[in-house]
C-alpha cells in the first residue's frame, strides 16, 4: 500500500492555482506565437489531417474469465487500465499467431 500524503477537501472547495490569469489574459497574439516558437516541447501546428483515418475501435464484449492470481496481481499493480493491457497482451499474441512464420535462409 502507498503511503501519499492525503488532502481533504469540503464539498464546493476549490484548489488555488499559480497561474496568473490576469497576465495570461493580457497576452497579444504576437507575444503568444513568439513564446510558442521559443518553446522547446510545443509540437508544430501544420500538421497535415487531410489524409487522416477514422479508426473506431473494436466493439467490447463483457466476460467472465479465471485467471491465475499472480497474473491478475500483476497488471492490477501496473495501475489503472489493466483490462486494457490485458487485452491488449491477448491481441498481440493472437495477431503473432495470425501472421506466417518467416522462413529460415539457407547459407
Known amino acids: 500500500m502507498r503511503h501519499e500524503r492525503t488532502i481533504k477537501r469540503k464539498w464546493g472547495e476549490r484548489r488555488k492555482g499559480k497561474t496568473d490569469w490576469a497576465a495570461v489574459d493580457a497576452l497579444t497574439d504576437k507575444e503568444i506565437e513568439a513564446a510558442v516558437r521559443s518553446d522547446p516541447d510545443a509540437a508544430p ?28 496481481d500483476y497488471f492490477k499493480n501496473q495501475g489503472a487500465g489493466y483490462q486494457r493491457r490485458m487485452n491488449a497482451v491477448l491481441r498481440s499474441y493472437m495477431q503473432q499467431k495470425k501472421t506466417p512464420p518467416k522462413k529460415k535462409k539457407r547459407a
Do not use: F, G, N, Q
Request: charged share 30%.
Open 45 to 72: 501546428l501544420d500538421i497535415d489531417w487531410s489524409e487522416a483515418v477514422l479508426v473506431i475501435p473494436p466493439k467490447k464484449t463483457a466476460i467472465s474469465i479465471r485467471v491465475d492470481e499472480d497474473v491478475l
